[in-house]
């Protein structure tokens, strides 16, 4: 081989070695969102750094507020907070919840809310956002509001489903994203 065409395909060697491997072998990249893809939430980096520990996994029934088809499947942080997914029959998540395990969220929470609604969605939150938004539920002063009517965020597929991220107050302090949400 020629010295040129060494630094060619010695360029082109570096460049396949410093893409995802999936991309490198002709794969497709993972998923930017969680909602719509099937996905384990214990293997994305969010559970990695959260330290997400598999808790129940529970189908679905009339009683359950959503879709009633498909599985919750719940998972503990390592600050004791608790993730939720609902899972599609089919295996896609449809809406997933974070719940904290007090009445307020704290400036970390908010942070940990941003990360988690970012991976989620696919879509950028700051720590502001959800703080506002929760103070937002909070100037309600209503026990029976989850939170703000007005959605952090809302958005339709490109194949027309609706989706929502919302942040909640009182029994329901944390954020939640997903398929239509109210």
């Known amino acids: 081989m020629k ?37 384990d939430p214990a293997q994305t980096p969010f559970c990695h750094e959260q330290g997400c520990t598999l808790i ?20 503990q942080l390592r600050d004791g907070s608790q993730l939720e997914v609902d899972v599609r029959p089919e295996g896609w998540i449809s809406n997933a919840r974070l719940q904290f395990k007090r009445s307020r969220m704290t400036a970390q929470d908010h942070r940990t809310a941003a990360t988690f609604l970012t991976a989620v969605t ?35 597929t490109p194949n027309g489903l609706p989706y929502k991220a919302r942040c909640g107050v009182g029994s329901q302090v944390g954020v939640w994203a997903g398929w239509m949400q109210q």
């Open 122 to 156: 696919g879509r950028t939150f700051r720590a502001g956002a959800i703080a506002s938004c929760e103070q937002a539920g909070l100037a309600l002063n209503n026990p029976d509001a989850y939170g703000p009517e007005q959605p952090l965020s809302h958005w339709k």
């Open 3 to 39: 010295p040129l065409q060494q630094s060619v395909f010695a360029g082109l060697l570096l460049g396949m070695a410093l893409l995802p491997s999936a991309q490198a072998i002709g794969g497709s990249a993972a998923p930017t969102s969680w909602l719509g893809h099937k996905i």
């Open 56 to 75: 129940e996994v529970r189908s679905n029934d009339s009683n359950r507020m959503g879709w009633h088809d498909g599985t919750m499947r719940a998972y």
